[in-house]
């Protein structure tokens, strides 16, 4: 990363142009890359890149850690073998300056499941097997949101707390069973982030060669909704298994006066704690790292603007670690 003063722009790579009605990480991230560097800026700043939940809100995730399928390029997939320019022919008319998030996924998941589909067929054996490495370097989230994506598609989109009690309570042999239902379903949502993360490594390759860092962040927040919260209910602030959060910070400006249904970052003060470098293993994005303070609160708490916070929150600062570059 560079360290004297340095231009850029911010774009998040739903932004960027292209035929399918969302940006992606295949040519148009190239093409603006090479924009950027004719024009000698030195930083693209994206915003999380995590698979959105509720509004489809990049800091709204259900995870910490996974790619958002949507931002996989058809073109990249294509061009692999594992899509045919016949099955890219019949695409819907989508809008071309913003993305309808519905008909994008309406239209890119099951493309996305045959370019599966078609790995699980033909791809060569230098190819299973750095899925498979893959598989095994990510495992310590990998296995639970395989395991929660396909969990959701199976119970209609629904949150998690609203599932069967026993997964809900992650019951070992109420999980097995899943796994074994769904065996096919946590594949795809594997090897899906494994075209996700293939496609981001090349796109950072391209930026670095150009001399250009990029640059990001994590939300604030880790969402309740989200394989992070169901597999380690412990390390968040919930009221309880099944509810939503018990000490909740406002968002001033999107939800002026009112509460945001997330989780505080226990997780990350954890991740902090026991070691763990939180700059490298949230999707691997931006490996740099700026250590920040986010603050948590206990009590009925509720801010707008021209009030204050309620008398008796009691506030704990938490050193948290916020990724900002990929260089």
């Given at each position: 990363?560079?360290?004297?003063?340095?231009?850029?722009?911010?774009?998040?790579?739903?932004?960027l142009p292209g035929p399918?009605?969302?940006?992606?990480?295949?040519?148009?991230?190239?093409?603006?890359?090479?924009?950027?560097?004719?024009?000698?800026?030195?930083?693209?700043?994206?915003?999380?890149?995590?698979?959105?939940?509720?509004?489809?809100?990049?800091?709204?995730?259900?995870?910490?850690?996974?790619?958002?399928?949507?931002?996989?390029?058809l073109d990249q997939l294509r061009k692999d073998g594992l899509l045919s320019a016949s099955d890219l022919a019949g695409r819907p008319a989508l809008p071309s300056r913003e993305v309808d998030f519905g008909a994008v996924k309406a239209f890119k998941q099951p493309?996305?499941?045959?370019?599966?589909?078609?790995?699980?067929n033909g791809a060569e054996p230098t190819k299973r097997a750095a899925f498979e490495a893959?598989?095994?370097?990510?495992?310590?989230?990998?296995?639970?949101?395989?395991?929660?994506?396909?969990?959701?598609?199976a119970n209609g989109g629904r949150a998690w707390h609203t599932w069967d009690r026993a997964v809900v309570n992650r019951e070992p042999d109420a999980l097995e069973r899943a796994r074994g239902e769904l065996a096919r379903e946590i594949r795809t949502v594997r090897l899906t982030q494994f075209f996700f993360f293939e496609?981001?490594?090349?796109?950072?390759?391209?930026?670095?060669?150009?001399?250009?860092?990029i640059m990001g962040d994590l939300p604030i927040f880790v969402a309740h909704d989200s394989a992070d919260v169901w597999?380690?209910?412990?390390?968040?602030?919930?009221?309880?298994?099944?509810?939503?959060v018990g000490a909740r910070l406002a968002y001033v400006i999107n939800h002026v006066g009112d509460y945001a249904?997330?989780?505080?970052?226990?997780?990350?003060?954890?991740?902090?704690?026991?070691?763990?470098?939180?700059?490298?293993?949230?999707?691997?994005?931006?490996?740099?790292q700026l250590t920040i303070a986010t603050w948590s609160c206990q009590g009925d708490i509720r801010f707008s603007i021209g009030q204050s916070w309620s008398p008796g929150a009691t506030f704990t600062s938490i050193p948290r670690t916020v990724l900002v570059a990929a260089r």
């Open positions: 990363m560079a360290t004297g003063r340095v231009a850029g722009i911010l774009l998040h790579p739903t932004s399918y009605g969302i940006g992606e990480l295949g040519d148009e991230a190239r093409a603006f890359l090479d924009f950027l560097h004719e024009t000698r800026q030195g930083l693209w700043q994206v915003l999380p890149l995590g698979p959105t939940g509720y509004g489809d809100s990049p800091y709204q995730c259900f995870s910490a850690f996974a790619g958002n399928p949507l931002l996989v390029s493309l996305l499941a045959k370019a599966c589909a078609s790995f699980e893959f598989c095994r370097e990510h495992a310590s989230w990998l296995d639970d949101f395989g395991l929660f994506m396909a969990l959701k598609e496609q981001w490594a090349a796109v950072r390759d391209y930026a670095h060669e150009r001399a250009i860092s597999a380690h209910p412990e390390l968040f602030t919930l009221a309880a298994i099944g509810s939503l249904s997330s989780p505080l970052d226990v997780f990350i003060q954890h991740e902090v704690a026991s070691g763990t470098d939180v700059s490298v293993t949230p999707t691997g994005h931006y490996p740099a």
